[in-house]
């Protein structure tokens, strides 16, 4: 079956140090999507990419879909405490119920 | 707009117990998910709802887990009897109809002693 996987599962950097995660699917995707879940908090929404290659950027973050769509990187430059948590990639399997495959996430770690 | 309901936040059961736990899903969402989130990783998908039918539990362990979604709007997950290793976070999740993006509630968490 369809694997999605992560890394690094942990990252610590110090508040202002840029993070990046790398998410890698054994297959191809129609579609990534990026999740957060704060400590004892629920998985929240973050953004979809579809297009191959594609780039979006929101504030401190950028989000990048590989050209084969079978990788993903959020990047966040000078980070804050407030991005304390772990970040989630998910991508929907081939079948028609495109139930989403989560990674197993990778926790940041902010040093104040 | 009202997010994804879910109850109980917190539930301790001895094992050989039976539990269950209810989401209300936001409105208008056709299709609803139950997950199940073991400490340190992600969400496993353990049943996917479209309106009242089932549309995938491949992966819930049917000996001891049931599920429901009678009018096509709340759903209740049970789990009978509880083993140690059903200890989780129990995240229900709904989605607008052909799109693939999820909102979830705030999850139960299990402990099975």
Known sequence: ?112 | EAGVAQSPRYKIIEKRQSVAFWCNPISGHATLYWYQQILGQGPKLLIQFQNNGVVDDSQLPKDRFSAERLKGVDSTLKIQPAKLEDSAVYLCASSFQGIDTQYFGPGTRLTVL
């Open chain 1, 1 to 112: 079956g369809q694997q999605v996987m992560q890394i690094p599962q942990y990252q610590h950097v110090q508040e202002g140090e840029d993070f990046t995660t790398y998410c890698n699917s054994s297959t191809t995707l129609s579609n990534i999507q990026w999740y957060k879940q704060r400590p004892g908090g629920h998985p929240v929404f973050l953004i979809q990419l579809v297009k191959s290659g594609e780039v979006k950027k929101q504030k401190r973050l950028t989000f990048q879909f590989g050209e084969a769509k079978k990788n993903s990187s959020l990047h966040i430059t000078a980070t804050q405490t407030t991005d304390v948590g772990t970040y989630f990639c998910a991508g929907p399997g081939p079948g028609s119920a495109r139930q989403l495959t989560f990674g197993s996430g990778t926790q940041l770690t902010v040093l104040p």
